[in-house]
């Protein structure tokens, strides 16, 4: 790696550090590089690339008063350093820069430039008007990791067919697992990417995984599940979304696409007049994308049911709307064991309020049976002994 005292400079987040090594690791191929102006005008018109689908171009157009300084300066085969929380963390050789409308750019990944977007108001602030094409090179070790790691367990298992799934687990529900025991029943491997978004809400990255870990390590054959840490950067926050999961999903080696079919990137849209949807779209992309019906838990069947093959109307359906759940999680409140398994529960409960109580072993041995024996309890058994009185029914 050059010096960065002979270069240049050009600040990235995180963000854009994963964006750019997932690109070069040839995991959103045929897309391998920067764009120059000509490929990315035409990308953001026609909405394909080397004849596959891409929802918008791919630039690096950072922002902030020495980026743009810098990017205003810059010549031909200028070598730039990468620079990411004050480390060199990569190497840039320039070929072209150009101007960018921010508008348009948003208009093209969210659909909207309206600042009240959640999305666009995170890009806004870090999507500059220079961009700079060239051939470049990153060091990011998570890339690498998650390769190695699906290669690992292809050879290790031998799997032919490998199915994936892209999943934010926040919560992890019952929903959820009904989806990923089906795609296990049908394919020798299952990949489940777990969202890891760089933006904050909802449960840290840590706990989500930990509670997927639990319910895979427990009651799952484990040598056909693997999670992968999916960093959702901001090309992946955009309603062509599906798209950019598909080609992720099929450069890891998978074979099939999972996804519920109230995923909100699979609606219908207009396009040049004609209707059209998500699938259209995918039909160039090797890979197979199945859906699954929407679940829910019917109070009459007592069980889990999709809402396609339920008899019974909505008014006997418990929905899985990962939103309520997590507000009752967030309140302390651990969900009814139809909605969240209760291993997965005490899991999250416990990580999230870590010393929520005082005292907590004499409640333990004040409420709880036991054989007598003093032992030391974790918040996480306190949780489980509660939620089973809370399914004792002979007095209620």
């Known amino acids: 790696m050059a010096s960065s005292k002979r270069n240049k400079s050009l600040y990235i987040d995180t963000e854009a550090l994963s964006t750019l090594a997932l690109v070069k690791a040839g995991l959103i191929s045929p897309v391998e590089k920067l764009m120059n ?64 409308d921010p508008a348009q750019r948003l ?42 790691r699906i290669k690992n367990m292809i050879t290790k298992t031998g799997a032919k067919h490998i199915s994936s799934m892209m999943l934010a687990a926040n919560p992890l529900n019952r929903a959820h697992e009904r989806m990923i025991r089906e795609a296990i029943s049908n394919s020798d491997l299952l990949v489940i990417f777990l969202r890891k978004p760089f933006t904050t809400g909802g449960l840290r990255y840590d706990i989500r995984y930990n509670a997927l870990n639990t319910f895979v390590d427990n009651f799952l054959p484990r040598n056909k599940v693997l999670i992968i840490p999916f960093e959702n950067t901001y090309i992946f926050a955009g309603y062509n979304e599906l798209i950019l999961d598909a080609l992720l999903a099929k450069n890891y080696g998978c074979s099939q696409l999972v996804i519920g079919k109230n995923h909100g990137g699979l609606g219908l ?7 059209s949807s ?74 999230l309020l870590p010393e929520r109580f005082e005292n907590l072993q004499e409640m333990y041995y004040s409420l709880m049976p036991g054989s007598g024996l003093l032992e030391q309890q974790s918040e996480e058994q306190f949780y489980l002994k509660l939620i089973e009185l809370y399914q004792t029914s002979s007095l209620t």
């Open 37 to 100: 102006k000509k490929e990315a005008q035409n990308v953001d018109e026609t909405k394909m690339y080397k004849g596959v689908p891409f929802p918008f171009s791919f630039i690096l157009a950072p922002r902030g008063k020495k980026n743009h300084q810098t990017l205003a300066s810059l010549q031909k085969d200028d070598i730039v350093s990468l620079i990411n929380d004050g480390e060199i963390v990569g190497e840039l050789i320039v070929e072209e820069t150009f101007d960018v």
């Open 107 to 148: 208009q093209n990944i969210y659909g909207t430039s309206d600042t009240t977007h959640p999305g666009v108001r995170n890009t806004i602030l870090r999507l500059g008007k220079i961009a700079v094409s060239g051939e470049y090179t990153v060091i990011y070790p998570l890339i690498e990791d998650n390769m190695k």
């Open 269 to 275: 849209y207009y396009d040049k007049n004609r209707l």
């Open 278 to 351: 998500v699938f259209d779209r995918c039909q160039d992309i090797n890979i197979d994308i199945k859906t699954i019906d929407e679940l829910v838990y019917c109070d009459t069947c007592k069980t889990l049911v999709s809402t396609q093959t339920c008899p019974h109307g909505r008014h006997h359906h418990v929905h899985y709307d990962s939103e309520s759940i997590m507000k009752l999680i967030q309140a302390g409140l651990i969900p009814p064991s139809i909605l969240v398994r209760k291993e997965v529960s005490a899991n999250i409960l416990a990580a």
